[in-house]
């Protein structure tokens, strides 16, 4: 760990300030993330700029129905909110699938955006990684990749993204409010995360010097007909293998809203929204679901280790969509899967 | 007489655990205490060409950063480092030794400073410049240079002619990676200045006097210049048998300061000490088709470092366990560029009999066998490799017990054959077996007028119940309530005792506060009888016990003397008797705990996903001196099996010579979603010949064949047989 300075923002305002005074120092909101990669020198900030004691933990209902999230909110508080409960049952359940009780927590909305990959190397300071170290090369195409990503990698980084929340968020298309020194933005959640391409050093598009604020989840909120399956080596607390969040609007037997984003796979939540079109109108069986997730899959590649991610997937997505199809949604208390 | 032995007894020392009122190792205060923070190698094999430490001497508050080029005097001979339990063959790691890289981990510098962080960040400041050598860490890529450990063992008949001629054969190896301790508690040293070339090492180990002894030889001190304590241990699981090298760098750190140093490893630096060692397990079986077994045999090959040998028993079970008039056993080894492997809960027998057993599973279904029917075809009352008989052996009813509570006779023997909604249900079976040991230990006994007495022994408690065992022991043995026992452990300058590990210490404690407490009771006799019409004045100590706070005839209790009159009546406030106990040698006799284990799991039978629903274990030990603690000893087992079936193995590329899970969010071990209901029952097993109490010790057993009986059940689910461990979902796709 590197010796840092700490000093604690006032507002968003001065967040920002400290912020763009010293590029290199970073915001800390819960630290379950950040201080884990500090203590192995992953991280070296200048200095830690303190963000959790900032008013960003309420839940507002907006005037179009949609509901806004302050980036602060602990994991769990979310998860066990009425609101979310009710009206996003999915966002929910993805969070309750991460970590533990205690991470979840210390865990902000913000923090889980914003989570890096568990990729071992990038752990390990001792051997090369593009993503720590951009140009030293990734030593996971070549190395051991069974949790590795086989959809939208480069031959510069074939990390995946970690987080559960933001697959559950994928699906719902929440938005992503953010803050800087050149005013507030809203970023798609879908385009907040990057694929690798030759800058695999950023994970998301997020800009220099911007804050996260809130996050924004639109009316539709699929609480009828939805389920998050995470399939991981043990029965709880491990990182997705595959995870998929499967929400469905039905109409009768007939679809007429799919989303479904897969988690696990690649460097940011996948989403395919010709798979998504594909399902609209159709009958909700296997057949269809089964069809989406080639869909979904294509374009899939296995490195030595991972190659059993695509046909998991491809069962996963099946086994995901029929719970939804179903009104059974996964429990994430009762470990048998439905 | 026995109040507290055999009956649920809660831990003594549990409260003081759950309020933090219990001290480890890491946690003792000093006055003007320091703190070290370790460098390690980042390669597997080489030199040290530059270190520079000059960055981090510059950092306020770091008082120093020992390498090998400035520590303070060392051992130099290897007689120095081999501590009781070090391998016979090989040269000990010496931290801080000389330039040598052997492992990538090794520790290199010890920054020490006045904080932790500051000791921390100034690590990250030595500058290291290597020169590398050629190295090798693949077992399975070195196969091929294994090399025979030791003589093995004499074949029996002629195996390989009974295996060509067999009716029924199997023959499989079963891979078993290399897996890590990850006890709770963080490796750490406080060592205690006490001035004048003095210390008091405050160590997390599993046997205090082997510290002592190998720190007084490593630093050429005299027995009274170092005191090793070490009251609490938080798991250790074999990976504190041996010193580890924080609690020489903590002393080396105090030693070249003159001040108290405190040593703690991180999780990461844990999997730089010892392992279970990586085994490519071979077993051979052939059988008539009625399902005597005619062949057995078994071949290990397993990793070990450049520097030791490092092996243990993973064939011998095979060789002792079934009738089988051939067989032939073997034990290679592989010298790779790693830190040597140590002792893991059950060393040896939890890796090697997992092997058999689940080739003794892929047997009966060759045979169309039930796997009880198959094992009871090849039962035998008899150790097979000494052709001895047994103190005593339950396991025909182990089987029963665990087969009826379980429910086996049930099981569709058909693959695939039973399920529940998506899941595939999998019942599977496996035998255990363990060493039944027991070592010489001393005890002391402090008995005063009030009726209280202090016990102390130097043996450590390693969360196995040790200070419990003994305060029930000695208030039976005392005739008191358990209540006015006070246990101490732990302390190199109490009586003797060797390391806390192999099941041992319940039996052998125990013996001993026996034959301490039997001294007491003479002294009492010798001054009840001298009273004026004393009703003991003529008894032999034969027929004398303690009871009720007073010293009884053993048909009459009524004609006692109180032991406060008797030491009144003798002018003295208390009693101190100390006594070593020996084991009669009875080489008449294996001494062996088993266990019949049952398992059911359920597999989702599109994805995979793997659930341990059920396990009963039936397990005969002797006799089970605590209900309580011992049911926790055999569920802590089957938790570990768990763990060895489906989740546990470190992982290393093999391009850099590094481990890539070292830590507990990557390196899985079951959580509580993972553990469901695990059945322990206790089988009698009333033995007269292994010592007077008739204990066997629990530590181990447990997990011996729980990741056997998983496999056999994940193969009855699904059809599918994987000899990988551990177990992932993963293997089951296809
Ligand atoms: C053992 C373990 C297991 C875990 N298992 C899972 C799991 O199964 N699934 C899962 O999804 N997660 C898991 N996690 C990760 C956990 O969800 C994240 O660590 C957590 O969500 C991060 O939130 P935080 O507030 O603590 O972030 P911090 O650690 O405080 O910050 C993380 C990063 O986000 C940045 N940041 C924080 N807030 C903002 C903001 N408002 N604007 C811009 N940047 C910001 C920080 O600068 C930092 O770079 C696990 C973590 C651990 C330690
Ligand atoms: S996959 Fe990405 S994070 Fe992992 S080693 Fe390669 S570049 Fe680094």
Redesign the pocket.
């Known amino acids: 760990m590197n010796n840092f300075h700490y000093s604690r923002a006032a507002d968003v305002a001065d ?1 920002i300030r400290l912020l763009a005074a010293d590029p290199d120092a ?12 500090m203590k192995e020198n992953v ?1 070296r ?1 200048s200095g830690l ?1 303190d ?2 004691r ?1 008013p ?1 933990r309420k839940l507002e209902e907006t005037a179009d129905g949609s509901l806004r999230i302050g ?2 909110v ?2 769990s508080d979310l998860a066990y909110h009425p609101l979310i409960e009710q009206r996003y049952p999915l966002l929910a359940s ?2 309750l ?4 009780a205690q ?2 927590n ?11 990959t ?1 990729c071992a190397y990038f752990y390990d300071t001792a051997t090369p990684c593009n993503k720590r170290n951009p140009g030293s090369g990734c030593s996971a195409i070549d190395g051991l990749n069974r949790n590795h990503a086989i959809l939208g990698t480069s031959p510069s980084c074939i990390a995946t993204n ?5 697959v559950a968020l994928a699906a719902l298309g929440a938005l992503v409010h ?1 803050a800087g020194p050149s005013g507030e933005r809203t970023i798609a959640l879908a385009d907040f995360h990057r694929l690798p391409g030759d800058k695999p050093h950023l994970d998301t598009n ?1 800009g220099t010097g ?4 809130a996050i924004e989840l639109p009316p539709l909120g699929f609480a009828q007909n939805y389920s998050y399956l ?1 399939i ?1 080596d043990r029965l709880s ?4 293998l595959v995870s998929v969040a499967a929400a469905l609007e039905l109409e009768g037997n007939a679809i007429s809203q799919a989303r479904i984003a897969l ?1 696990g796979v690649a460097h940011k939540p996948w989403r395919s929204l010709e798979a998504e079109a594909a399902l609209r109108g159709q009958a909700a069986t296997a057949d269809h679901f089964s069809h989406a997730a080639d869909l979904l899959l294509a374009g899939a590649t296995a490195r030595a280790h991972n190659g059993f991610k695509i046909e998991l997937a491809r069962r996963a997505i099946v086994r995901t969509l029929t719970q939804a199809a179903n009104a059974t949604p996964q429990s994430q208390a009762h470990k048998k899967i439905a | 007489m026995n109040a507290y032995v055999g009956t649920p007894t809660s831990r003594v020392d549990g409260r003081a655990k759950v309020t933090g009122a219990a001290k480890y190792a890491g946690e003792f205060p000093a006055d003007g205490l320091v703190h070290g923070f370790v460098v390690e190698a980042t390669i597997p094999r080489g030199r040290i060409a530059r270190l520079d430490t000059s960055a981090a001497l510059q950092v306020k508050g770091v008082l120093d950063v020992l390498t090998h080029a400035n520590r303070p005097p060392l051992a130099g001979n290897d007689e120095a480092w081999k501590d009781e339990v070090a391998p016979e063959k090989g040269s000990p790691f010496r931290p801080l030794y000389d330039d040598t890289i052997k492992f990538n981990g090794q520790p290199i510098a010890l920054v020490v400073a006045e904080e932790w962080e500051t000791a921390k960040f100034a690590a990250t400041l030595v500058r290291v410049e290597y020169e590398p050598h050629g190295f090798a860490t693949d077992l399975e890529g070195e196969r091929g240079s294994a090399v025979e450990f030791d003589k093995p063992h004499e074949p029996r008949g002629d195996a390989a002619g009974a295996l060509a001629r067999a009716a029924v054969r199997h023959e499989a190896d079963y891979v078993i990676p290399t897996e890590h301790h990850n006890p709770m508690e963080l490796f750490a040293t406080t060592a205690v200045w006490d001035g004048d070339g003095k210390l008091t090492v405050y160590d997390k180990t599993q046997g205090v006097q082997n510290v002592h002894k190998f720190l007084c030889g490593v630093f050429d001190k005299k027995p009274d210049d170092i005191r090793v304590v070490s009251p609490y241990v938080g798991g250790a699981f074999g990976s504190g048998l041996r010193p580890q090298y924080q609690v020489v760098l903590a002393t080396l750190g105090a030693l070249a300061l003159k001040r108290s140093v405190r040593l703690v490893l991180t999780r990461q630096q844990m999997y730089g000490l010892g392992y279970r060692p990586m085994t490519i397990e071979r077993v051979a079986l052939g059988a008539k088709t009625d399902g005597a077994l005619d062949a057995v045999t078994h071949e290990a090959i397993a990793v070990t470092s450049r520097y030791e040998d490092f092996a243990r028993n993973d064939t011998g079970w095979a060789e002792q366990l079934y009738s089988s008039p051939n067989s032939r056993f073997s034990h290679k080894l592989v010298q790779l560029d790693v830190s040597t492997p140590c002792d893991m809960r059950a060393p040896g027998a939890a890796s090697g009999v997992c092997a058999l057993e689940c080739a003794m599973d892929e047997l009966a279904v060759a045979l169309k066998l039930d796997p009880v029917e198959l094992r009871l075809k090849c039962y035998s009352d008899r150790d097979q490799s000494e052709n001895l008989p047994y103190t005593s052996k339950q396991l025909r009813e182990c089987y029963a017990r665990g087969a009826d509570a379980f429910g086996w006779s049930k099981r569709n023997p058909a693959p695939r054959s039973m399920r529940d909604g998506k899941e595939l249900v999998g019942w599977g079976m496996a035998t255990g077996v363990w060493e039944a040991l027991q070592m010489p230990v001393a005890v002391r006994i402090v008995l005063t007028s009030n009726g209280h007495a202090e016990v102390s022994c130097a043996a450590s408690d390693i969360g196995t119940g040790t200070y419990t065992i003994v305060a029930q022991v000695a208030a039976d043995a005392l005739g008191l309530p358990i209540e006015n026992i006070s246990v101490k452990l732990a302390d190199s300058s109490l009586p003797q005792a060797p390391v806390e590990g192999g099941s041992w210490m319940a039996a052998s404690s125990a013996h001993a506060v026996l034959a301490a407490a039997e001294e007491v009771r003479k002294e009492l006799l010798s001054l009840a009888s001298k009273m004026h019409r004393s009703p003991l004045a003529d008894a032999e100590l034969t027929d004398t016990v303690l009871v009720d706070g007073t010293i009884a005839r053993t048909n009459d209790n009524s004609r006692a003397v109180s032991i406060a009159d008797a030491m009144r009546h003798g002018n003295i406030e208390r009693i101190a008797k100390e006594k070593l106990n020996q084991f009669d040698e009875d080489k008449k006799h294996a001494r062996n705990t088993h266990s019949a284990v049952f398992a059911e799991v359920k597999v989702d039978e599109e994805l995979g996903v793997i659930r341990v629903s059920r396990i009963v274990s039936a397990v005969a030990a002797g006799r089970i001196l605590n209900t309580k603690t011992g049911r926790s000893q055999v569920m802590g087992g089957v938790v570990w099996g768990i763990g060895m079936a489906l989740h546990e193995g470190t992982v290393m590329d093999h391009r850099f010579g590094r481990i890539m899970n070292p ?3 990557e390196y899985h071990i079951p959580v509580n979603a993972d553990v469901r209901d695990i059945d322990v029952i206790f089988v009698d097993e009333p033995d007269a010949h292994i010592n007077k109490l008739g204990i066997k010790g629990l530590g181990e057993i447990g997990v011996v064949g729980v990741p056997a009986a998983i496999a056999n059940a994940v193969y009855h689910a699904t059809g599918k047989r994987i000899r990988r461990f551990p177990i992932t979902l993963d293997k089951l796709l296809d």
């Open positions: 967040a970073k915001l800390i909101a819960g630290g379950t993330n950040l201080i884990d990669l991280e900030p700029i963000i959790s900032l960003l980036a602060l602990p994991n993805a969070i699938a991460g970590a533990s991470l979840r210390m865990a902000s909305v913000g923090g889980n955006l914003m989570q890096r568990r970690p987080s559960d929340m933001s953010v997020l911007e804050i996260i604020i995470k991981r607390y491990a990182f997705a988690g | 830590n507990i969010a």
